[in-house]
């Protein structure tokens, strides 16, 4: 029967201790297990709870055809989801015993599953290579002997591999959902036992993995990470119950970890030149899908250096570590019969609709022809203005990470981080190259806003900047950008900088000196952003935050300060 809460042996008491501020979503602690069970099982379109311990397909175990089929389980301890509850499904697997946190399930779990699962056909366990795991497997086909049994031990992890044979080997992790994949495809188009065993041991013997970590994961049970790492460490050859590496280094860029981890997966296996694998590259619960796709994309580029081809992927988050902020890879020697049970349906629903055929890397990187002008006078203005916001970047991401979304940063670094100095050309050349700049690199708010302003400003200016000119241009600028997006004066945007300034050479005298007229606008925009420290954002993403803006000052209208000559890196002294 479809449950949502249960009582089972799963809620066991975890033992109290005292543990620092909560920061993960429970009730009681002794009860986490359960209730996270439970609503695994409510959420999942085909899978039911079994009182005795374990997690089954709710529709019928069969082949294509409509037989009986060979019935592939597996299980472990919670903390690794959606393995394995999420791969429960036809096509895949039948039934799943969960224990707790990282705790591997007992023996009387399993062979109740065992028997359920049993249509005849026999059963296969798949079972990672951890020590209980092993152990309950074991014993649990001792207690079902009217049941014909086999089992994959998967061992795949390199980072637990010694030369003797002292020790339990190599740990079983993300590649076992491979197994399963192919343990499940092959029972489901009707395979006997022995066969089913033998493609899922194939492939259990042909992948070899290595995870690293950024940083630990934490435990909804006891509220403690699951080891310590100090910021700036990675921990290399972690595993997925929370184990610490082999060694601990310095974090290195994605290139360079995956330059250390590949070699030894590769030479593991053999490959060389020509050979085709499956690449699994998989989150440990803490990253970021971009991340992830990320180190794909530099696996492809190693790989393709050395003549293998990724002829299946999967991307994203499978095999976890509760919340880890780590990467596994997962190489597979493939064939064409293994890329077949990997494209076959399956119902499980964390099974990606699609998989990664071959396919080749290249950074997505947008090319625009750039207008900033390469000859011609050095610009001092400009090249100031440029010098400033380059050299801002970080304090403006830090103002906007409090009182925004952090991307303000970013943007301006995108539109001028590659610009090299000293810029040349006329003013109005040059202020339309950085309007295109803007508009074409920068993203949401910012770049639609800077491309408006240095529009305006070019069109105003045209040869060169004069007092007339500047007046001129910072008023079509604010009369645009109010239009555009609604913005005024002590709304807490770019507005506050720029109306000001506008309004200090409204109908200022042409013949005024144009450093005059510079310096008189460069004074008033930096009064309003002294303003909008002592006011709450109304537009933007950084209005969603409310009071917590203020003292803060808009770092878009920071950079208008800096387009007049201001000095200061954060025009008001704030102190970031």
Known sequence: MRVATFIILLCMADNAQPSPPLRSFRN???????????????????????????????????????????????????????????FIGRGMLAAACPGHLFTSPNAVQIAEATAWADQGRGVLHVVKNYTGDVMNFSVACRMTPEVETATVVVKEDIATERG?????????????????K???????????????????????????????ALAPGYLPTSGRDTFDLDSGDMEVGVGIHGERGVAREKIKSARDIVEAILP?????????????VVCLTNGLGGTTLLEIHLVFGEVLTWLAERGITVRRSLNGTFVTSVNMHGVSVTLTRCNDEIAELLDAPTAAPAW???????????????????????????????????????????????????????????????????IELPLRGRDGDILEGLAHRCLVRSGGTSGAVFGTLFTELSHAVEDRLTTESLAAGLNSAYEA??????????????????????????????????????????????????????????????????????????????????????EDPVATHYTV
């Open 481 to 566: 950008i109010h239009e555009l997006g609604g913005a005024e004066y002590g709304d807490k945007t770019m507005v506050d900088a720029l109306y000001p300034a506008a309004r200090a050479l409204a109908g200022i005298d042409p013949g005024t000196p144009l450093e005059e007229a510079m310096a008189a606008a460069r004074e008033a925009a930096v009064e309003g952003v002294a303003h909008t420290r002592e006011i709450s954002a109304k537009k933007g993403r950084a209005s969603y935050l409310g009071e917590s803006t203020k003292d803060v000052p808009d770092p878009g209208a920071i950079v208008v300060t800096w387009l007049l000559g201001s």
């Open 182 to 212: 192919v343990a499940g495809a092959a029972a489901r188009r009707g395979d006997d036992l022995e066969t089913v065993r033998e493609k899922a041991q194939w492939v259990a013997d042909n992948s070899r993995s290595m995870a690293v």
């Open 164 to 180: 003797d044979e002292e020790g339990p080997g190599r740990r079983g992790t993300a590649a076992t959902i491979l197994v399963e």
């Open 264 to 276: 030894g997966i590769v030479e593991a296996l053999g490959l060389a030149d020509g050979d085709e």
């Open 352 to 418: 990606p609709a699609a998989i990664g055929t071959e396919a080749t890397f290249a950074p997505a990187e947008m090319s625009f022809a750039d207008k900033l002008p390469e000859t011609g006078e050095e610009n001092l203005w400009l090249t100031g203005f440029i010098k400033r916001a380059q050299a801002g970047v970080d304090d403006l991401t830090e103002l906007d990470r409090i009182a925004g979304d952090g991307d303000f940063g970013a943007n301006i670094d995108a539109a001028f981080g590659d």
């Open 28 to 86: 009681n602690p002794h009860d986490f297990s359960a209730e996270a069970v439970g609503g695994t099982v409510a959420a999942h379109p085909d899978a039911e709870w079994n009182p005795a311990g374990f997690i089954y397909q709710a529709s019928p175990v069969v082949t294509d055809s409509g037989e009986p089929a060979v019935a592939v389980i597996s299980g472990g301890g919670s903390g690794h989801e959606p393995m394995h509850s999420g």
